[in-house]
């Protein structure tokens, strides 16, 4: 199973009837169209010039083909919500490019031409990642001409291209990953895949907790997940020590329920209809993997996908049981729904009990529908104990169109988790779920700088650079932004 989805932008479409044409696109800011040095092969008349500064987006046929115009307005600085919701001009470059792949795709010309005015690094790299999404397709290859990029009529800068590239393949695996079925993506199946895809690494190293070396760390929490899937559990550890890699590890855990039945609290048949997505924290820091495999960066990373099916059967686990967590709390089930953060709760302890102690503990997990009602499906809920980590990640997913808002760790409602049989309850009693959730998995943090995304990981229509329905890459350029700074 591949579960890196191939990069399509760059290579020639091998379908048939395809148009011996040239499409040529036109990508510029406000700025450029005002200078009107906006082609290099053919001229525009001034009225065209004109049409194209009023409706922003135009198509005319030209000598060698049909040619579309697309003029972006840079972002400037806001004063509100502190800049950090505000579209950056990455972002804004990556949906306006994104946005024209259905009028490239219509012309099924052998030749695509995308030509780049006014627009600075970090904006012709948005663009190309935008390209890169809205081109991908689950299970199918889109009908389309070989790409170039040009920038001021000179080819965009191999490192720029690349470097754009490698983001999208990082985005769209995480994709690829929440769209495959469950019956092909299980915990045993995604850990060999993981294995078989980093398996000749120099910088990544995999390390497998199997079901029996879960019951020998005392994973108690995990197991109780996954005691009823046909496919036992895993805690899949991708170790990055590039060379000259100094100081204190990052550790970034991911939420993998390969599916969510609900346990004995079974969702009903609406609410289990995408539940294949339940692994998207998984996917998110999986994709993110796949970029900092080969990125050059110098830090030690700790990844971490904890991975197991909430099934039922005979062996399901029941409100009212107790489970011992690695850490050694003992949690009552109140609702066998609220698995994810079991599953997060071991791995977490994993984490930050390596012989190389994290600085930084950070977690991405689709663990609450009601960080979905609060902040709805494309702003993620991030909560944090630390001002200066949260600020650091806030930055990052605002400048690389991923967003997110800070969410308050408001203590007092941890009270809500009192079971008069164990430490603890895994479901909480108090309304305000996404922050129950969050002090949930506070308990198995230690003392670490942690911050903790509760994501969505679904598409909502509202990007038009994810035209294919399913998995968004939520929070990988998030992580990506992070790094790179």
């Given at each position: 199973m591949n579960i890196v989805p191939s990069i399509m932008a760059t290579k020639k479409s091998a379908a048939k009837n395809l148009r011996s044409t040239v499409t040529k696109v036109y990508l510029l800011t406000t700025e450029a169209l005002k200078d009107s040095k906006i082609t290099h092969s053919e001229s525009i008349p001034e009225w065209i010039i004109e049409r194209i500064g009023d409706e922003k987006e135009v198509s005319i046929l030209g000598s060698e083909g049909p040619i579309i115009f697309k003029v972006i307005d840079t972002q400037s600085q806001e004063d509100q919500h502190y800049n950090l919701i505000?579209?950056?001009?990455?972002?804004?470059?990556r949906e306006a490019l994104g946005s024209l792949v259905?009028?490239?795709?219509?012309?099924?010309?052998?030749k695509v031409e995308i030509n780049f005015f006014g627009l600075d690094e970090e904006m012709v790299t948005g663009a190309i990642v935008g390209l890169e999404l809205a081109l991908y397709r689950y299970n199918e290859e889109l009908s389309h001409g070989s790409i170039t990029f040009l920038d001021d009529g000179k080819k965009v800068k191999k490192s720029i291209a690349d470097k754009a590239l490698a983001i999208a393949q990082s985005i769209n695996t995480a994709r690829h990953l929440v769209n495959l079925p469950a019956n092909l993506l299980n915990p045993v199946t995604y850990t060999n895949a993981v294995k078989k895809h980093f398996a000749k690494s120099s910088t990544m190293k995999v390390v497998v907790y199997d079901e029996k070396k879960l019951e020998k760390e005392k994973c108690g929490l995990i197991l109780s997940v996954g005691q009823a899937a046909a496919n036992p559990p895993r805690i899949v550890h991708l170790k990055y020590r590039p060379t000259g890699a100094k100081g204190k590890p990052t550790a970034i855990v991911g939420k993998g329920i390969t599916f969510d039945s609900g346990g004995l609290n079974v969702k009903s048949g609406a609410g289990m209809g995408v539940m294949k997505k339940d692994m998207g924290g998984s996917a998110t820091v999986m994709g993110f993997a796949t970029w900092l495999e080969n990125s050059g960066v110098k830090k030690k990373v700790d990844i971490y996908l904890a991975l197991a099916e909430n099934a039922i059967n005979e062996h399901a686990s029941r409100p009212g049981d107790i489970y011992t967590s690695r850490n050694g709390l003992k949690v009552e089930i109140g609702n066998t729904d609220a698995e994810g953060r079991l599953a997060l709760a071991d791995a977490m302890d994993i984490a930050i009990t390596q012989k190389e102690k994290p600085e930084v503990l950070i977690d991405f997990a689709?663990?609450?529908?009601?960080?979905?009602?609060?902040?709805?499906?494309?702003v993620t809920s991030m909560f944090a104990n630390d001002d200066e980590l949260a600020d650091k990640l806030l930055r990052a997913s605002q400048a690389n169109g991923d967003l997110s808002w800070r969410m308050p760790l408001y203590r007092p409602y941890y009270k809500g988790f009192k079971s008069n049989f164990a430490d603890m309850n895994n479901m909480s009693k108090v309304k305000g779920g996404s922050i129950g959730a969050a002090l949930f998995l506070e308990k198995f943090i230690g003392d670490t700088k942690w911050a903790h995304f509760d994501i969505f990981g679904w598409t909502s229509g509202f990007r038009p650079s994810l035209v294919q329905q399913g998995g968004s890459g939520q929070g990988v350029e998030t992580l990506i932004g992070y790094f790179k700074n």
């Open positions: 505000a579209d950056s001009n990455y972002s804004i470059a259905g009028s490239i795709k219509k012309e099924r010309s052998k689709t663990l609450t529908g009601a960080a979905k009602v609060s902040m709805g499906d494309f």
